[in-house]
């Protein structure tokens, strides 16, 4: 059976919109290639506030949606570019996002399809919709994908149950959308195509205000678009430069595909292959716990305060507030290999302080028991997402290398 994705790993949202106002960050790679900037696989992108200016390390990029097997398109930016999540969410009009095409819905009977995508501290509720989708020269055809939508049928009570917020809103979201380019293909996998209590009840079929849990299978689940891409399918690469201070934006690439073309030739990296969990393992002082690397987490969120030995915020118990900067050391490591990553954790209400800079690679948080490798290990690395089952030149997915 495979995970349930969505919960794996999850978008830390609330805590990435936390806007500037309270909320670890790695020492960056020097040997870092420099940014691909050109060629029809490349895709700007961008660490700002976002579309609702209160995103504190949020990477951005503009994503283009077609009506299937048409011209009828709209561009649409600030969209969360999330390596720790699989297929595009956006949010519709009726909660402040830029989406106004009309796509065609998925339907199961006489019933509309909708998904409640739950993540660690919210989730997203909404119709499946169906979409071509545009990045950089790229394009996957009928793609499913997450309408997020308030005005969608009535919430069911266990989307609810998690006790977390329902993000339907530009200020919620922070963003007009996710783009999850994770290393798997769809977003629940083989758990959702289950009928009965083994079914996880992410897609449900809708008819007026009443929805049910449904079986989806996997080509009607929401799709990674990397996957569907005619070339260039194997995963892609985060390229952003190093970061020694806060600052109100950075600039970088994502480059689709891995050894598939010159720009993407896959240089010395270690290669993090995933467990049956969809994890690798980091040791600290001793002790070895589950990670995972993802650009859609705003900070290094990792372990607790008894274990780190950081204060959290007062005023935010989602990050970290030291008296002073502390440094650290951890080990990444999997049955293929090992490398040593060197942080710094900072005071979030200080790096917050200032309202203009969004961009910090000394940010952190608590998370128990884990290891989130969020956007901070990003600066200064070239950080590949190879999709499961597609073949690379230093070996087959799902892994991370950098």
């Given at each position: 059976?495979?995970?349930?994705?969505?919960?794996?790993?999850?978008?830390?949202?609330?805590?990435?919109?936390?806007?500037?106002s309270?909320?670890?960050?790695?020492?960056?790679?020097?040997?870092?290639?420099?940014?691909?900037?050109?060629g029809?696989?490349?895709?700007p992108?961008?660490?700002?506030?976002?579309?609702?200016?209160?995103?504190?390390?949020?990477?951005?990029?503009?994503?283009?949606?077609?009506?299937?097997?048409?011209?009828?398109?709209?561009?649409?930016?600030?969209?969360?570019?999330?390596?720790?999540?699989?297929?595009?969410?956006?949010?519709?009009?009726?909660?402040?996002?830029?989406?106004?095409?009309?796509?065609?819905?998925?339907?199961?009977?006489?019933?509309?399809v909708?998904?409640?995508?739950?993540?660690?501290?919210?989730?997203?509720w909404?119709?499946?919709?169906?979409?071509?989708?545009?990045?950089?020269?790229?394009?996957?055809s009928?793609?499913?994908?997450?309408v997020?939508?308030?005005?969608f049928?009535?919430?069911?009570?266990?989307?609810?149950?998690?006790?977390?917020?329902?993000?339907?809103?530009?200020?919620?979201?922070?963003?007009?959308?996710?783009l999850g380019?994770?290393?798997?293909?769809?977003?629940?996998?083989g758990?959702?195509?289950?009928?009965?209590?083994?079914?996880?009840?992410?897609?449900?079929?809708?008819?007026?205000?009443?929805?049910?849990?449904?079986?989806?299978?996997?080509?009607?689940q929401?799709?990674?678009?990397?996957?569907?891409?005619?070339?260039?399918?194997?995963?892609?690469?985060?390229?952003?430069?190093?970061?020694?201070?806060?600052?109100?934006?950075?600039?970088?690439?994502?480059?689709?595909?891995?050894?598939?073309?010159?720009n993407?030739?896959?240089?010395?990296?270690?290669v993090?292959?995933?467990?049956?969990?969809?994890e690798?393992?980091?040791?600290?002082?001793?002790?070895?716990?589950?990670?995972?690397?993802?650009?859609?987490?705003?900070?290094?969120?990792?372990?607790?305060?008894?274990?780190?030995?950081?204060?959290v915020c007062?005023?935010?118990?989602?990050?970290?507030?030291?008296a002073?900067?502390a440094?650290?050391?951890?080990?990444?490591?999997?049955?293929?290999?090992?490398?040593?990553?060197?942080?710094?954790?900072?005071?979030?209400?200080?790096?917050?302080?200032?309202?203009?800079?969004?961009?910090?690679?000394?940010?952190?948080?608590?998370?128990?028991?884990?290891?989130?490798?969020?956007?901070?290990?990003?600066f200064?690395?070239?950080?590949y997402?190879?999709?499961e089952?597609?073949?690379?030149?230093v070996?087959?997915?799902?892994f991370?290398a950098y």
């Open positions: 059976m495979t995970a349930l994705r969505l919960w794996v790993w999850p978008v830390l949202l609330a805590a990435a919109a936390i806007m500037a309270c909320g670890g960050g790695s020492s960056h790679n020097n040997s870092m290639a420099p940014i691909v900037t050109s029809s696989n490349v895709q992108i961008v660490v700002n506030s976002g579309p609702a200016n209160n995103y504190a390390n949020g990477l951005f990029t503009t994503v283009t949606i077609c009506v299937p097997s048409t011209s009828t398109c709209q561009d649409i930016g600030g969209v969360l570019v999330d390596t720790g999540s699989y297929g595009l969410r956006l949010l519709s009009s009726a909660g402040g996002g830029m989406l106004t095409l009309s796509l065609p819905s998925q339907t199961t009977g006489s019933s509309q909708g998904e409640c995508a739950a993540f660690v501290t919210g989730y997203t909404g119709p499946v919709h169906s979409a071509d989708i545009k990045i950089s020269g790229e394009m996957a009928n793609v499913p994908v997450q997020i939508d308030p005005t049928a009535a919430v069911p009570p266990d989307c609810k149950s998690g006790g977390v917020p329902e993000d339907d809103s530009l200020q919620a979201l922070g963003a007009n959308g996710i380019v994770g290393p798997y293909a769809q977003d629940c996998g758990a959702c195509t289950e009928t009965g209590t083994t079914n996880p009840g992410l897609y449900y079929g809708c008819s007026g205000t009443t929805c049910q849990v449904i079986a989806e299978s996997l080509t009607e929401v799709q990674n678009p990397v996957a569907l891409f005619p070339t260039d399918n194997n995963g892609l690469i985060i390229e952003l430069p190093a970061v020694s201070e806060p600052a109100p934006s950075l600039n970088g690439s994502m480059v689709f595909g891995i050894g598939t073309q010159s993407n030739s896959v240089g010395s990296v270690s993090f292959p995933l467990n049956s969990n969809g690798f393992s980091t040791t600290f002082k001793g002790q070895t716990y589950p990670s995972f690397v993802d650009s859609g987490s705003n900070a290094l969120f990792f372990l607790d305060a008894a274990t780190t030995g950081l204060t007062s005023d935010n118990s989602g990050f970290y507030c030291p002073a900067a440094n650290f050391s951890a080990t990444t490591f999997s049955s293929a290999s090992k490398t040593n990553i060197s942080f710094t954790v900072a005071n979030a209400d200080s790096l917050f302080s200032n309202r203009a800079d969004y961009v910090f690679n000394t940010l952190a948080g608590p998370n128990a028991g884990t290891f989130d490798w969020g956007l901070p290990f990003f200064g690395r070239d950080v997402t190879a999709i089952s597609r073949t690379t030149p070996g087959s997915g799902p991370w």
